[in-house]
């Protein structure tokens, strides 16, 4: 089992910045990827950044060139740096986990365990 806690979320101003902190303990082994996801109200959870292994990182293009994700791999600690925020970015922002895990069988699959989530709001 894979425990995520995230921490870091607030109220900010528009055009102001904030850091996200996600901290994974329990069976961290196979770890394929670490990230962040958001889910605004009525709305599905959609990516934000991820960040591989190796450090090859994926952007929504809502977000390109203002946040910035970081991950210590001997921390087991993925970051999220928001910066430039927008009224639009106010959501619930999720860290999640990607690892491999296997079935009975010994065939891999891909399994992603999830924070709890954390209230970013930017007011306008």
């Known amino acids: 089992q894979v425990q995520l806690v995230e921490s870091g979320g607030g109220l900010v101003q528009a055009g102001g910045s904030l850091r996200l902190s996600c901290a994974a303990s329990g069976s961290i082994r196979s770890v394929n990827s670490m990230g962040w996801y958001r889910q605004a109200p009525g709305k599905q959870r959609d990516l934000v950044a991820t960040?591989?292994?190796?450090?090859?990182?994926n952007y929504a293009d809502s977000v390109k060139g203002r946040f910035t994700i970081s991950r210590d791999n001997a921390k087991n600690t993925v970051d999220l740096q928001m910066n430039s925020l927008k009224p639009e970015d106010t959501a619930v922002y999720f860290c999640?986990?990607?690892?491999?895990?296997?079935?009975?069988?010994?065939?891999?699959?891909?399994?992603?365990?999830w924070g709890q989530g954390t209230q970013v709001t930017v007011s306008s």
């Open positions: 999640a986990l990607t690892r491999t895990e296997w079935t009975g069988r010994g065939n891999p699959y891909e399994y992603t365990y």
């Open positions: 960040i591989t292994s190796a450090g090859n990182t």
